[in-house]
């Protein structure tokens, strides 16, 4: 009965055909996962840029204290120029002379406020650039999705009474920077350099 040969025969085909079914199986795990990753909705596909003149509601978020409040338009006569950020955001740092050009000069007309769409390294980055109007996060999906946001940077100027009155989407560069200096009466100092 010399049984040894045999089932070291045995093993390998055994270990073969487990390995074998693990891998089959792990592909098929990774397809279907790859699959539903496509069919999923992305937010970014779905915004839709707000217009002017479209009423908005006042907004539900988190500020930089932690203590959740609401951002109304009509506790102040000035309109609501909100500034949308992210920390990670590359254009968001090169347009950040800009904002605070705008900021500095028209904050006596204007009530800036910053609505960051990423609380990861939010508050580094609020110290960091000393900003000088209240930031806060932790949107609510329904606000991201009936103000348009999305990307970032973006500016949007709110009346008192609540209506979209300019919207602009991206870094304050071109036509853009034309626009928002038109509309403030400012001029701009432009980008930071890519390389800056």
Same mark, same amino acid.
């Given at each position: ?25 792990s ?42 409040q ?58 960091? =650039? ?18 348009g ?17 300019k ?28 390389? =800056?």
């Amino acid at each position: 009965m010399d049984s040894g040969p045999q089932n070291s025969a045995v093993r390998p085909k055994r270990t073969d055909g487990l390995l074998l079914l693990l891998l089959v199986a792990s592909l098929s795990l990774n397809v279907y996962l790859g699959w539903r990753v496509r069919q999923a909705p992305s937010p970014r596909r779905s915004v839709v840029k707000v217009s002017v003149g479209v009423k908005v509601n006042p907004v539900d978020a988190t500020g930089m204290d932690g203590r959740q409040q609401t951002i109304s338009y009509n506790d102040t006569d000035k309109p609501t120029v909100f500034y949308v950020l992210s920390p990670s955001c590359i254009w968001c740092e090169r347009n950040r002379k800009n904002i605070d050009e705008l900021t500095r000069a028209k904050g006596n007309d204007f009530r800036f406020v910053g609505l960051s769409l990423s609380e990861e390294q939010l508050k580094e980055y609020v110290e960091q =650039h000393r900003l000088n109007f209240p930031v806060y996060t932790g949107l609510k999906p329904d606000t991201i999705q009936s103000l348009g946001l999305g990307g970032t940077p973006q500016t949007i100027v709110i009346s008192p009474a609540g209506s979209v009155l300019k919207n602009w989407a991206g870094a304050y560069r071109e036509q853009t920077q034309r626009e928002v200096e038109d509309y403030f009466q400012v001029r701009l100092p432009g980008l930071i350099s890519a390389d =800056h």
